[in-house]
């Protein structure tokens, strides 16, 4: 007993001791603090609150400490600097969870008129242009198209190469170039981004979203029609960062909320965040998905009479390019939707296919991409009697998206078309013709996906149709495959390059060392504007580019096509083998090598779909361009010839396959890296 008293004295003492020490660090402290948080330099000021935030959150700090904050607080909710206004933002956060209520209301009248006198642009009338960033990237492209047009009749083609000559050999111009003052250009100079002139109206709204988290549920009271009617009013805002907070809003009053609250206001609530979750920019896209995953979760028997509203676009955002928003929505539709899924699909499909067709027809490429995924996952998965009376609208859609300028749109259309054809053939036999032209003609892109994905495409087409299909694919393949040996001997990667965008990678060489298409103009972000442009409008993100096809790249699209051949038509296919080897041995272009790494990927898959003893009849045509490749200085292609040699070895048999070899193919298959050792030394 007197041990176990010592020892509560002894803990007891320790307690307070402790509880002492942390007083008196905290007077000497938050005096300190309080200073820095009224220093001139942003930084401190930044710093400060932040501080201060992480003192009433861990140890809580005066009653005296935390008034005088709240007050400094007060006045710095419009701060000329936005990080210490967030900084402002959190600390009220962890001060309302520590506090109450009462620090919302000691704020309320600041953050309320702030957000009032902001919601619109300063001396915004009618003869300001202030225009959407897709209109002013509109504008820019224009005026930038017609200065190119100007430069072009003032000045030859030898004068331009001499004036980029001039000015990369001229440091001191190149220097004063830099360093010069920018004019204002009087065309454009009335004109805002979307996302300009709003001051503080972002951070007090995110303040506003801040306290509500810190107070929970004891904030539902204080939710009044008022407040209400503000956030909604504020997802329909022209500056994408208010929207974003606006449904981080919307989320955390999903929260707050109980069902029976949530029920009473689920029209305006649904109608919000099914808007928000087909939102052009991305962040706002997640915060609405955030949203969303709290309202199916709080408000399951509510948000199920809004399935037909709410399930489109949550389909869709699986696929969405941003891959934060994919995730997060995949992660969604398992938790809230689980096995129902297909049949939810089925159920709601005449709301989802419109639905998918308007998305099909977006600005934003991005979206176009995911709509063409979706609409290929319907071909696939869904109950095919619920998408057979949508079959001829969607495939109209894809026949659109197949000739977009976007290359990863088209790609997804060529999938997709691939797999309504297979799953739908009788309903999808008027298209044939035009889905044929366009399958051909991509089996020769540019873009090795989508020529790969064209050939699997086609593929399909064959075991849907059979006969008839090879038939029409056997005189494309033979006249596609020996393309190669008309290649000429300079090919280039980005050969005849021409690109009708404003900010396309093409055109950077010829533009970037000229000082009048770089003088007199409005500087802006052209990565911030990509998501909201036109079809082929450009941006950092912009794929709509042309330029001749390289014979070399029907012959690598053909080889793909010769894959896919090989699983329908095996005696056919034995008949082109020996044109395979012929261009294997074509190295006279610059790329050959890309080539041969194709053949080389794709050959087990054809030896396997031929069987063992037609394959062997073909083999021996192949072997000398193999082992060519097998030493050649590219590695990607030395890789892909080790590993189909391995993979031969594995199918025919090591020493079946070894027989075949010279000495010296023999002497280089033991002794390259990128032959597996397991086929290496054996007699």
């Given at each position: 007993l007197n041990n176990n008293n010592n020892n509560n004295s002894s803990s007891s003492s320790s307690s307070s001791s402790s509880s002492s020490s942390r007083t008196e660090e905290e007077k000497e402290v938050t005096p300190a603090l309080m200073t820095v948080v009224s220093a001139g330099a942003w930084e401190m000021r930044h710093g400060g609150f932040l501080a201060a935030a992480a003192i009433v959150e861990h140890a809580g700090g005066s009653q005296a400490f935390r008034t005088e904050m709240l007050e400094l607080a007060k006045q710095s909710l419009e701060d000329d600097e936005v990080r210490v206004r967030r900084a402002v933002a959190e600390f009220l956060e962890k001060l309302v969870a520590r506090d109450g209520i009462s620090v919302y209301l000691a704020v309320k009248d600041i953050i309320f008129g702030s957000i009032t006198a902001n919601f619109a642009r300063e001396k915004q009338v009618d003869s300001e242009k202030t225009v959407p960033a897709a209109q002013l990237a509109k504008q820019q492209q224009r005026q930038q198209q017609q200065q190119d047009e100007s430069m072009k009749q003032k000045n030859s083609a030898a004068d331009v190469v001499e004036h980029e000559n001039d000015v990369l050999d001229a440091d001191e111009d190149t220097t004063s170039l830099f360093r010069s003052k920018p004019k204002k250009n009087p065309a454009l100079a009335d004109i805002k981004h979307d996302t300009e002139g709003w001051r503080t109206l972002e951070t007090s709204f995110h303040a506003l979203q801040r306290i509500m988290v810190g107070a929970g549920e004891a904030f539902s009271p204080h939710l009044t029609d008022e407040l209400l009617g503000l956030v909604y009013k504020s997802t329909s805002h022209l500056n994408r960062f208010v929207r974003e907070t606006a449904y981080l809003a919307i989320g955390t009053i999903c929260s707050i909320f109980d069902e029976a609250r949530l029920g009473e206001v689920s029209d305006q609530l649904t109608a919000m965040v099914s808007r928000g979750l087909s939102d052009n920019w991305s962040q706002v896209r997640f915060a609405a998905s955030v949203a969303a995953r709290k309202y199916l979760a709080n408000a399951p028997n509510v948000a199920v009479k809004y399935y037909d509203r709410m399930l489109p676009?949550?389909?869709?955002?699986?696929?969405?390019?941003?891959?934060?928003?994919?995730?997060?929505?995949?992660?969604?539709?398992?938790?809230?939707?689980?096995?129902?899924?297909?049949?939810?699909?089925?159920?709601?499909?005449?709301?989802?296919?419109?639905?998918?067709?308007?998305?099909?027809?977006?600005?934003?490429?991005?979206?176009?991409?995911?709509?063409?995924?979706?609409?290929?996952?319907?071909?696939?998965?869904?109950?095919?009697?619920?998408?057979?009376?949508?079959?001829?609208?969607?495939?109209?859609?894809?026949?659109?998206?197949?000739?977009?300028?976007?290359?990863?749109?088209?790609?997804?259309?060529?999938?997709?078309?691939?797999?309504?054809?297979?799953?739908?053939?009788?309903?999808?036999?008027?298209?044939?013709?035009?889905?044929?032209?366009?399958?051909?003609?991509?089996?020769?892109?540019?873009?090795?996906?989508?020529?790969?994905?064209?050939?699997?495409?086609?593929?399909?087409?064959?075991?849907?149709?059979?006969?008839?299909?090879?038939?029409?694919?056997?005189?494309?393949?033979?006249?596609?495959?020996?393309?190669?040996?008309?290649?000429?001997?300079?090919?280039?990667?980005?050969?005849?390059?021409?690109?009708?965008?404003?900010?396309?990678?093409?055109?950077?060489?010829?533009?970037?060392?000229?000082?009048?298409?770089?003088?007199?103009?409005?500087?802006?972000?052209?990565?911030?504007?990509?998501?909201?442009?036109?079809?082929?409008?450009?941006?950092?993100?912009?794929?709509?580019?042309?330029?001749?096809?390289?014979?070399?790249?029907?012959?690598?699209?053909?080889?793909?096509?010769?894959?896919?051949?090989?699983?329908?038509?095996?005696?056919?296919?034995?008949?082109?083998?020996?044109?395979?080897?012929?261009?294997?041995?074509?190295?006279?272009?610059?790329?050959?090598?890309?080539?041969?790494?194709?053949?080389?990927?794709?050959?087990?898959?054809?030896?396997?779909?031929?069987?063992?003893?037609?394959?062997?009849?073909?083999?021996?045509?192949?072997?000398?361009?193999?082992?060519?490749?097998?030493?050649?200085?590219?590695?990607?292609?030395?890789?892909?010839?080790?590993?189909?040699?391995?993979?031969?070895?594995?199918?025919?048999?090591?020493?079946?396959?070894?027989?075949?070899?010279?000495?010296?193919?023999?002497?280089?298959?033991?002794?390259?890296?990128?032959?597996?050792?397991?086929?290496?030394?054996?007699?």
């Open positions: 676009a949550m389909c869709l955002n699986r696929y969405y390019v941003a891959e934060g928003v994919r995730l997060y929505s995949i992660e969604t539709w398992r938790t809230a939707i689980g096995e129902r899924g297909k049949a939810l699909v089925a159920e709601y499909i005449d709301h989802i296919v419109p639905f998918y067709v308007k998305q099909a027809g977006a600005d934003n490429h991005a979206v176009r991409e995911a709509a063409c995924h979706c609409i290929a996952e319907l071909g696939l998965k869904v109950d095919k009697d619920a998408v057979r009376k949508h079959v001829s609208l969607l495939l109209d859609t894809l026949i659109l998206c197949f000739k977009d300028e976007s290359w990863p749109v088209r790609d997804a259309a060529c999938v997709a078309c691939g797999n309504f054809v297979s799953s739908f053939p009788e309903e999808s036999k008027p298209s044939l013709h035009e889905l044929y032209h366009l399958w051909f003609e991509h089996v020769s892109d540019n873009i090795p996906s989508v020529r790969e994905d064209s050939a699997i495409a086609l593929g399909k087409v064959m075991g849907a149709y059979g006969k008839d299909a090879i038939d029409t694919v056997l005189p494309e393949l033979e006249k596609l495959l020996p393309m190669a040996k008309k290649q000429p001997s300079e090919s280039k990667q980005y050969g005849a390059l021409t690109n009708t965008t404003t900010f396309g990678v093409a055109q950077m060489k010829k533009r970037a060392n000229d000082e009048k298409l770089h003088t007199d103009q409005t500087r802006f972000s052209c990565g911030s504007l990509a998501p909201k442009m036109k079809r082929a409008a450009g941006g950092c993100m912009d794929h709509g580019f042309v330029r001749p096809k390289e014979p070399w790249e029907s012959s690598d699209g053909a080889v793909y096509l010769l894959r896919e051949l090989s699983a329908h038509d095996p005696d056919a296919t034995a008949k082109l083998m020996p044109v395979l080897a012929e261009i294997a041995r074509v190295h006279t272009f610059a790329h050959y090598t890309k080539l041969l790494e194709t053949i080389w990927k794709q050959v087990p898959v054809i030896a396997k779909n031929m069987g063992k003893r037609p394959f062997k009849r073909v083999l021996m045509p192949l072997i000398e361009p193999l082992f060519f490749t097998l030493r050649c200085d590219n590695r990607l292609a030395m890789s892909a010839a080790g590993s189909c040699i391995g993979k031969l070895c594995a199918y025919l048999g090591t020493r079946i396959f070894r027989g075949r070899l010279e000495p010296d193919q023999l002497h280089q298959m033991d002794t390259s890296p990128f032959v597996e050792p397991q086929f290496k030394h054996v007699k």
